[in-house]
């Protein structure tokens, strides 16, 4: 069964950095691979896609610039670096496919998220 386990989340001030790791399971990780993030009150969304072989990343204008997503296929992980992280990025950042492939397949399973605050 598909499994996605994220780690990684924390409590950091403004200004500070962390990384984030997800491991997949229970299906060919050949897919583009998404971060995304739903912070208190809102809507999850999409804030960094990779696709199968690491080119053209893409981020959500919100984070442009300061995350950097990445993904081992051997390993069947997807990472994200996030630098200079600021209190509205404070979330809980989940991975999954990218949403063209989630719409595609029928994929309805999430991990448990891990949650990102940024605060002073």
């Known amino acids: 069964q598909v499994q996605l386990v994220e780690s990684g989340g924390g409590l950091v001030q403004p200004g500070g950095s962390l990384s984030l790791s997800c491991a997949a399971s229970?299906?060919?990780?050949?897919?583009?691979m998404t971060w995304y993030r739903q912070a208190p009150g809102k809507e999850r969304e999409p804030v960094a896609l990779?696709?199968?072989?690491?080119?053209?990343?893409f981020y959500a204008d919100s984070v442009k610039g300061r995350f950097t997503i990445s993904r081992d296929n051997d390993k069947s992980m997807l990472y994200l670096q996030m630098n200079n992280l600021q209190p509205d990025d404070t979330a809980v950042y989940y991975c999954?496919?990218?949403?063209?492939?989630?719409?595609?397949?029928?994929?309805?399973?999430w991990g448990q998220g891990t949650q990102v605050t940024v605060s002073s």
């Open positions: 999954n496919v990218a949403p063209a492939v989630m719409k595609e397949l029928g994929f309805t399973s």
């Open positions: 229970g299906f060919p990780f050949i897919y583009a």
């Open positions: 990779i696709d199968d072989m690491s080119y053209n990343p």
